[in-house]
């Protein structure tokens, strides 16, 4: 296979993690036996089977798309094949699925979470839950995101000497 040293130039002026998508679309055009396309849709969920549960990342096989395996557990490293045996998840199927996994994560009213880029944290105000635009929200908080869970930050807890004695079952003193 002879590559042209302008597509190479080509190649290496786009090559950078902003541009990637179109690198693999130009790729794909270029070289369409080596890389064919997908007739999957990036950003879309998908399911096989009962359980199998994903959002397609552009990729097939490599273990870049995130979503539930054949056991239904949460995995960001999930491998794609034979595109032609999924089929589209519905936006209750997929909040269902989400829903679940942030139960098992353990959010709760009260719990302070750092968001995705980890300068702000917030506190999840309430129980209620909603999903909008591929986001999950608890009590008014986003935990999920394109793949990626919030923390949830531990917190002291903050007890006067009563409520440390009623927990311990017998009288403290405090000495400083």
């Not at 994903?54 to 949460?74: E, Q, R, T, V």
């Amino acid at each position: 296979m002879k590559i042209s040293k302008q597509k190479l130039k080509h190649i290496y002026e786009v090559l950078d993690k902003e541009n990637i998508s179109y690198l693999q679309e130009t790729m794909s055009d270029w070289f369409p036996k080596l890389f064919p396309k997908s007739e999957l849709e990036v950003g879309k969920w998908y399911k096989y089977e009962e359980q199998f549960m994903f959002c397609f990342s552009g990729k097939i096989g490599d273990g870049s798309s995130y979503g539930f395996n054949f056991a239904g557990i949460w995995t960001d490293l999930l491998g794609v094949h034979e595109p032609e045996s999924y089929t589209p998840a519905t936006d209750k199927e997929v909040e269902e699925a989400l829903d679940k996994q942030a139960d098992k994560i353990g959010y709760k009213e009260g719990d302070n979470i750092g968001n995705f880029n980890g300068l702000k944290n917030e506190t999840i105000t309430s129980d209620s839950k909603s999903f909008s635009g591929g986001l999950l929200f608890r009590g008014g908080c986003c935990v999920f995101e394109k793949g990626k869970w919030a923390t949830i930050i531990d917190q002291p807890k903050k007890l006067t000497v009563e409520e440390v004695e009623k927990e311990l079952g017998y009288k403290v003193e405090i000495i400083s």
